[in-house]
């Protein structure tokens, strides 16, 4: 399903009067084939069109690209849903237009006029709208039955186990040490790094300078939930674009840049964190060479928060902290390296006493915020969603794989 995330729609209202970029497409051949998808032809007069309305919306960074991309899928959706017999009558079409524009507060007509100050004929966006109509009418129909949800997935998911968040991003890390006397040094570091937008020249720098456990994969992370995220560094990662890098972040002992990779929202948003269950060991010697070999060590010796008791055993109490809190009220840096582990795993990304002392940091728990009269119903629906939006996908994939797709 073609789907513009609302995040991104808001931009409209403030769209007209602003000049666009010139898209690179020669007058000449405007309306001759640019791609045949099947024999079916999409123009360079559509390109352009649709180019235009993905910039007016500013839902994609390289417009002319994803432009191409959007109408091969659209070819490819409305032949299927023809195959399948699905015609959208004009009355849907329109009301899906209306319902459409209702989203940034418009009419249908300021919206069409919004578009039409920026060079998108109403056509274009009455084609936008009938293939995404077609496309749900088709995936309802053909997948709609196997995607029934059990009451124990329910339960999963009420109970925090469940996977899906209404956004989830891809990040990378970089997370500098600062010891005493190199604090200018690496502040000065941090705010060259927070100016790049490539990201291989990120990745360099977080295998140069990160001390995380990342720095080998150029400090890539994987899909997170933002939910999972400390709750202050939520709203300055979810207002990057994809290549952009926050501002140097203060933590302990460190500073902390993020660069967006990617961004997604998806139908369901899983129950929030009500605390979190962490332990942490500290070791002396920071991080030199022997003290990492130390954690290494000890990581592969513990399983679970309950074993590090007995490593502890005849030490000063003060060397094991194990604490239960809600997620405002963890420190920042233990709060962003506990919501990338699962319960059981470490890390040794962190330090105290000026860089003098590794913490190692385990995940215990996670108990999730489940309020008594959450509704089940509401729930199903929304891995119902998710599972159709995942056949859909893979649905399109494999139209993709078959179909013969020719570039002009």
């Avoid at 956004?167 to 006397?181: D, K, M, Q, T």
Wanted: negative net charge; proline residues 5%; aromatic residues 6%.
């Amino acid at each position: 399903m073609q789907v513009i995330p609302a995040r991104f729609f808001r931009s409209i209202i403030c769209a007209a009067g602003v000049a666009l970029a010139p898209v690179a497409l020669a007058a000449q051949g405007l309306f001759s084939p640019a791609i045949l998808v099947d024999e079916m032809v999409i123009t360079n007069y559509e390109i352009q069109q649709r180019a235009r309305m993905i910039e007016a919306l500013n839902s994609g960074t390289d417009p002319m690209n994803l432009a191409r991309e959007q109408l091969v899928d659209d070819r490819l959706r409305l032949q299927a849903a023809r195959d399948a017999g699905i015609e959208p009558t004009e009355e849907e079409v329109r009301d899906g237009m209306a319902e459409f524009a209702q989203r940034g507060n418009l009419s249908l007509e300021q919206f069409v006029e919004v578009l039409g100050q920026n060079g998108v004929e109403e056509q274009t966006f009455h084609d936008f709208v009938r293939a995404g109509f077609a496309w749900r009418q088709l995936v309802q129909q053909r997948f709609q039955a196997r995607t029934t949800v059990t009451d124990e997935e329910i339960d999963r998911a009420l109970s925090g186990t469940g996977t899906g968040s209404n956004v989830r991003v891809l990040l990378s890390e970089i997370i500098i040490p600062i010891r005493p006397g190199t604090e200018a040094q690496v502040q000065n570091l941090a705010e060259r790094i927070s100016g790049y937008r490539s990201t291989a020249e990120f990745s360099s720098a977080a295998r140069e300078y990160s001390a995380t456990a990342t720095r080998g994969e150029g400090g890539r992370l994987p899909w997170q939930d933002l939910s999972d995220l400390p709750p202050v560094l939520r709203p300055l990662v979810i207002g990057l674009t994809p290549g952009e890098v926050t501002a140097p972040i203060p933590i302990q002992g460190a500073v902390a840049l993020f660069q967006m990779r990617q961004i997604e929202e998806t139908g369901y948003a899983a129950p929030e964190v009500a605390s979190v269950d962490y332990a942490a060991y500290y070791m002396a010697g920071g991080r030199s060479a022997e003290t990492l070999a130390q954690a290494r060590v000890l990581a592969s010796k513990v399983d679970r928060c309950d074993d590090l008791y007995a490593f502890a055993k005849g030490q000063p109490a003060e060397v094991l902290q194990r604490e239960s809190l809600p997620p405002s009220e963890l420190p920042t840096d233990v709060a962003y390296e506990l919501s990338k582990l699962d319960a059981g795993e470490v890390s040794t990304a962190l330090t105290r006493a000026n860089g003098q002392t590794l913490m190692f940091l385990m995940l215990c728990s996670r108990t999730p915020e489940v309020t008594a009269d959450a509704d089940r119903q509401q729930v199903s629906i929304g891995l119902r969603n998710q599972r159709l939006n995942q056949m859909a996908e893979a649905y399109l994939a494999q139209l993709r794989a078959n179909a013969h797709i020719v570039e002009k």
